[in-house]
């Protein structure tokens, strides 16, 4: 039982879009839309071109995807991080976050936002060391918010 990343090529974008598709249903049927851009094969054409967007292999099969945004301050943004149903509680997550810290290593600050009302990815993200830092509301009026979530690694 291996998990791998593998920096995702333009071939890539149609299973990374059905893929996420299918890992960001709950958030679809819990807030009426996917995270922007998640539906667009367009979109993941253009993550993948910018070089920061992997697949999540599992016994060589995608079993997800992980797409970070790296600045020049030593701050990695996770902007998408998904693994669908099929491949849930194999400690596939857990392995990809390794993997992706040992990609970026000179990384000092990890961030990400994760919907309010996703309390295992709360409960995944504090298991891996992130701790919640605060809110933000995208949509004025819209009860919808986003919790951010940071970790940070001492070198």
């Keep these: 039982m291996t998990t791998t990343l593998e920096l995702a090529n333009i071939d890539d974008a149609e299973i990374l879009n059905s893929t996420s598709i299918e890992a960001f249903t709950g958030d679809y049927e819990e807030y009426g839309s996917y995270p922007p851009g998640i539906g667009s094969i367009g979109w993941h ?4 071109e910018k070089g920061h967007y ?6 060589g099969e995608t079993a997800g995807g992980i797409c970070v945004i790296p600045s020049d301050n030593d701050r990695i943004e996770i902007k998408y991080f998904f ?3 099929k491949y849930q509680n194999r400690q596939i997550g857990s392995t990809t976050i390794e993997l992706i810290e ?3 290593s000179d990384a000092a ?6 919907p309010y009302k996703s309390f295992r990815n709360h409960h995944f993200y504090e298991k891996n060391g992130f701790i919640k ?10 009860p919808f918010r986003l919790f951010e979530y940071k970790k940070e690694i001492g070198k």
Excluded: A, C
């Design 45 to 48: 054409q253009s993550e993948i």
């Design 54 to 59: 992997y697949k999540i292999q599992f016994n």
């Design 83 to 85: 693994i669908t149903e």
């Design 102 to 104: 040992k990609q970026y």
């Design 109 to 114: 600050v990890w961030v990400l936002s994760t």
């Design 133 to 142: 830092v605060g809110e933000s509301q995208p949509i004025p009026n819209n």
